[in-house]
Structures are given as structure tokens and as C-alpha cells.
């Protein structure tokens, strides 16, 4: 009689450690996939940056702004430019500041993709005007 008392009890830690290891596993993988999740998103949004950084190095010293965004695929706009490739959405803002030696010239690039991820980047030139 004792020696199946013994066996239950046994029986009953092995479910606890089974049951425990069972919702262990259940709050770890749900920990992996957030990870997994924040990780795409973060892929995302260093390509989106990388992409725009080479636009804005392209750019360098180059007056005519909007015939090189012409030539990338930007379509004018009211007051900017955009362009979509199918997973991010591009715009590029051109502002011109006359100024008494010359011009300056300010674009802003932004990219947006559908999980809300948002990269942008803003560059300056200033071109005197010839004496």
C-alpha cells in the first residue's frame, strides 16, 4: 500500500514540472517573436536610412536638385516630391533660400513603410553666385 502511495506522488511532481515547463516555453516563444518583430522593423528602418543617406551624397554639390530627383523616379508634387516602390513610401522637400552671395538650397528626404517605420534626412548646400 505505501509502495503506491509513493508512485502517485511521483506521479503528481512529474505533471507539476511538465505543466511548468509547458508555460514556460509558451512566455518564451512569445518573447522570441516580439524579438523576432522588432528586428524586421529595425532592418527596415537602417535600409531605409542607408538609402536616403546615398541620395543626399548623390546630391552634393549639385544645384540642379530637382532634375537629379527626376532622374531617381520622384514625381513633383504641390509642394514636394514623392515616389513609392512598392514597400516604402519617399518623399524629398526642396526649399531655396536666396541669399545676397548665393543660393541654399535644403532637401529633406523621409521614408515610411507600412509598419509605421519612419526614417528622414536633411541636407544643405550653399552655392555663391558667380562674381
Known amino acids: 500500500m505505501k509502495h503506491g502511495y509513493h508512485g502517485n506522488v511521483l506521479l503528481v511532481e512529474l505533471i507539476i514540472v511538465i505543466l511548468f515547463f509547458s508555460i514556460a516555453s509558451v512566455f518564451s516563444l512569445g518573447v522570441f517573436a516580439s524579438a523576432r518583430q522588432i528586428e524586421a522593423s529595425t532592418t527596415s528602418m ?6 536616403i543617406q546615398t541620395w543626399s551624397a548623390m546630391l552634393f554639390g549639385r544645384e540642379d536638385v ?12 504641390d509642394t514636394a516630391y514623392t515616389m513609392s516602390d512598392g514597400e516604402v513610401n519617399w518623399k524629398a522637400t526642396v ?5 545676397p552671395a ?23 548646400a550653399y552655392f555663391s553666385k558667380e562674381v
Open 66 to 77: 530637382e532634375a537629379y530627383l527626376a532622374e531617381l523616379g520622384f514625381s513633383a508634387d
Open 102 to 124: 548665393g543660393v541654399m538650397i535644403t532637401t529633406t528626404f523621409t521614408g515610411s513603410d507600412a509598419k509605421s517605420n519612419e526614417a528622414s534626412y536633411t541636407t544643405s
Open 95 to 99: 526649399s531655396r533660400e536666396e541669399k
Open 46 to 51: 537602417g535600409e531605409m536610412e542607408q538609402q
